[in-house]
Nanobody, 120 residues
Framework: QVRLVESGGGLVQPGGSLRLSCAAS????????MGWYRQAPGKQRELVAR???????NYLPTVKGRFTISRDNANNMVYLQMNSLKPEDAAVYYC??????????????WGQGTQVTVSS
């Protein structure tokens, strides 16, 4: 089982910035993908950004150019730098990790979520 600990959420004014962090721990053999998802009230959860083992990335079109996903392989961490935040970005953001445990079993785990509020 992989445990994810998130931090960095909070309240920010439109146009401001936040950086979300997610640290993974456990019996990890490999990480295939790490990503950030978000869910606003009354909305479906959506993929915001994802980074793969080969370092390729993809982004939700509405955040591309404003958000940047990055990882720290040595420490099993993933980050989401969010700039030029808009009220539409307000949501609970969830960290997700997929990979293989040392036992050979595949995993797909989620963090607890961190609230991002964008308001004047």
């Amino acid at each position: 089982q992989v445990r994810l600990v998130e931090s960095g959420g909070g309240l920010v004014q439109p146009g401001g910035s936040l950086r979300l962090s997610c640290a993974a721990s456990g019996s990890i053999r490999s990480i295939n993908a790490m990503g950030w998802y978000r869910q606003a009230p009354g909305k479906q959860r959506e993929l915001v950004a994802r980074i793969f083992s080969d370092s390729t990335t993809n982004y939700l079109p509405t955040v591309k150019g404003r958000f940047t996903i990055s990882r720290d392989n040595a420490n099993n961490m993933v980050y989401l730098q969010m700039n030029s935040l808009k009220p539409e970005d307000a949501a609970v953001y969830y960290c997700n990790i997929k990979g293989v445990l040392r036992s050979g079993v595949s995993y797909d785990d989620w963090g607890q979520g961190t609230q991002v509020t964008v308001s004047s």
